[in-house]
């Protein structure tokens, strides 16, 4: 016991002055954090819940174009093939003189 005690004697005060010091850095981390970093939080809560509206907007404009085309698309294959036969048969009948080749039958 008597090799710890220069050793202890030594320790005593550094912990004395460094355990008020780091209590201290403690409670200031703490009232920054509350004064600083919880209104920055609120302020990115706030402008990620925007940008997921703005990207929920635009979805729903890709999917509304989207269906658009889809309804197009759906028109033009139906005017090919509802008019498929008849414009064969148009085309056969602008033929010159019987060169048309053979026929594919639908």
Not at 5 to 15: M, Y
Not at 25 to 39: E, S, W
Not at 43 to 62: D, F, G, I, P
Request: charged letters at 25%; a negative charge; proline letters at 5%.
């Amino acid at each position: 016991m008597s090799d710890l005690a220069p050793v202890l004697h030594d320790i005593v005060p550094v912990l004395g002055v460094l355990i008020p010091i780091l209590g201290i850095g403690c409670g200031l981390i703490a009232i920054v954090g509350g004064v600083f970093l919880k209104p920055w939080f609120a302020l990115r809560e706030k402008q990620l819940a925007t940008e997921a509206s703005m990207v929920a907007e635009k979805a729903a404009q890709y999917a509304a174009q989207t269906e658009r085309l889809e309804q197009r698309v759906r028109v033009l294959e139906r005017i090919i093939t509802d008019r498929g036969l008849a414009l064969s048969n148009e085309i056969d009948a602008l033929r010159i003189g019987g060169e048309a080749p053979a026929r594919i039958e639908h």
